[in-house]
């Protein structure tokens, strides 16, 4: 249990723990006393102890990326003492060597051994104990099935009692308490069922999203966000953990490239190893939003003590100074935290999108805002995979999941289901949907408008284009996937649909870049596109 970065109180000092250590040192030999002082996981040095030598009852622990929250900490979990002992040690080595996301439901479900039971002849034989406290913690998992926290508390108690060989705790313990293994109670439903406002966005949803963003007027950060997350699936941390270095352009491969930080499984060490990134091709548009990004904050440069702060991509509004405090956390202090970023996705967002969902309504029958939580997009990215035909290894390794078994629950989908949630309850609702992402849109070919012709040729024109300024995407096919395209209401867009059909084709079979990205985009809006005449005409879709 020693660290070398740990610190205890002088030994002149009274300690407040001495019965407490007498009595675990008669059972084990030795007792190694609680320290006054530690580092953290991610470098954050922390005082346990109060000027009394008693432990402190709460404790800050930086989560990099994440939280800075206040952790109970106790030294009378069960009344105890040698249990007691056991359970506060195992919070200090969890904050030793774990980040403090682990300590989040240690802390809750330590609480629990109050529960704990054992007689007087518990502490007479070493097998007596083991029976007794093994029966008394799986009765607690038990009672308290519904609480994931007090099962990965326990398992995380006994597991660490064992490894560090104190006296009564034997691997009968640990096999009791497994036997008794709770139900992970997990989000994994949101995926495998039908959830409006928490499952997989569909396709139409996705469209309205990406012509939002990809609107002059949307705010440029806003933009980005949502860009890497619905192109990425990333987690708020990884968002929250981007520097501005991670976005690169490669002149031998002539594309741009996003390093993202891995932030799960073993191998995940936020950005302390070069290894712990992967690298992954940047679309043209969003690279073009975050070198503009870039651009805007270039001249605001943060420094502490001389030392110049490392430039993040998503910027907090000032400087964090619970990171100023230690060398290793420096680095942190300018990042936006994931919990800023969880509030953008669900409660910022869907106003700046103005979307109105298909199938939620308020009690007044009235459609609300579409919900936009930051895992939906996470959650779209590994069914579309799946129904590509991905397997579960490139789908974990999408998601920067450390295993296979993370993702099974993305296989559980099967086409009808899909088709269920693209099409809902009715087979028109495709066609409403259709219509309403290009509700207004529409235009007649005499319409005053102002605007460039998109022509295929000297006595056709798709439409016209909005924009000002010069358009580098391909023209008369990425116009589909551009919120400044105003349709004409009566040219046939059916054949310009197979001309685009044509070509994603033949990309999608020489290349995965960039191009097949926008050619998807204009594929999906041409469709839309086709079938909203046909809303707007009154046909169907037989």
Not at 188 to 197: A, F, G, I, N, P
Not at 218 to 231: N, R
Request: net charge neutral.
């Amino acid at each position: 249990m020693g660290h070398a970065a740990t610190q205890y109180l002088d030994t002149e000092v009274y300690e407040y723990y001495s019965a407490m250590y007498e009595f675990v040192a008669h059972l084990n030999g030795d007792c190694e006393p609680f320290p006054n002082q530690i580092e953290t996981y991610h470098g954050q040095t922390v005082r346990l102890r109060n000027s009394h030598g008693r432990l402190l009852s709460s404790v800050r622990l930086i989560n990099v990326g994440e939280d800075n929250n206040a952790y109970p900490l106790e030294d009378s979990y069960s009344g105890d003492i040698y249990l007691d002992y056991i359970a506060a040690q195992c919070w200090i080595d969890t904050a030793i060597e774990h980040s403090p996301a682990s300590i989040g439901h240690l802390s809750t479900g330590l609480a629990s051994l109050r529960e704990v039971s054992l007689s007087k002849k518990a502490f007479d034989k070493e097998s007596n104990f083991a029976r007794e406290v093994g029966a008394s913690l799986a009765s607690i998992i038990i009672k308290n099935k519904t609480n994931q926290c007090v099962f990965l508390a326990i398992r995380q108690f006994v597991k660490y009692a064992i490894s560090n060989e104190f006296w009564g705790f034997t691997d009968d313990v640990d096999l009791v308490v497994s036997e008794v293994a709770v139900k992970a109670l997990g989000q994994k439903h949101r995926v495998s069922m039908l959830d409006h406002e928490y499952g997989a966005f569909s396709r139409t949803e996705i469209a309205q999203i990406t012509t939002a963003i990809n609107d002059v007027t949307f705010d440029l950060e806003h933009g980005l966000l949502v860009g890497l997350a619905k192109q990425y699936g990333l987690r708020p941390i990884q968002l929250a953990l981007l520097r501005e270095e991670d976005i690169y352009y490669d002149k031998k491969k002539l594309a741009w490239y996003i390093m993202i930080p891995r932030v799960k499984g073993r191998v995940a060490q936020l950005r302390r190893t070069k290894g712990n990134f992967i690298n992954r091709e940047l679309p043209s548009d969003l690279a073009l939003k975050a070198v503009k990004l870039i651009e805007k904050h270039t001249h605001i440069v943060m420094t502490h003590n001389g030392v110049t702060i490392p430039r993040p991509l998503f910027k907090a509004r000032k400087i964090d100074s619970l990171y100023l405090k230690d060398k290793r956390l420096l680095p942190y202090a300018w990042h936006r935290n994931a919990g800023s970023l969880y509030q953008f996705f669900s409660k910022t967002l869907p106003a700046k999108l103005g979307i109105e969902s298909m199938h939620c309504k308020d009690e007044d029958g009235k459609p609300m805002l579409l919900k936009t939580h930051a895992y939906r997009f996470r959650y779209t990215l590994g069914t579309r995979m799946v129904l590509e035909g991905k397997t579960p290894e490139e789908v974990a390794l999408a998601l920067d999941h450390s295993s296979t078994a993370s993702v099974r629950h993305y296989f559980r989908y099967n086409q009808d289901l899909i088709d269920f949630i693209d099409d809902t309850f009715e087979g028109s609702t495709s066609l409403k949907n259709s219509a309403l992402r290009w509700q207004g849109y529409f235009i007649d070919e005499d319409d005053n408008i102002e605007g460039s012709l998109i022509k295929t040729s000297d006595v056709l024109s798709l439409g016209k284009c909005l924009k000002k300024t010069l358009c580098e995407y391909h023209p008369t096919v990425s116009c589909y996937g551009c919120s400044k395209f105003r349709p004409f209401k009566d040219i046939d867009h059916s054949k310009q649909l197979q001309v685009i059909k044509k070509e994603v084709e033949f990309v999608r079979s020489n290349s995965t870049g960039a191009v097949l990205h926008q050619l998807s985009e204009a594929y999906e809006g041409a469709i839309q596109i086709v079938e909203a005449q046909k809303a707007l005409k009154g046909t169907s879709n037989d």
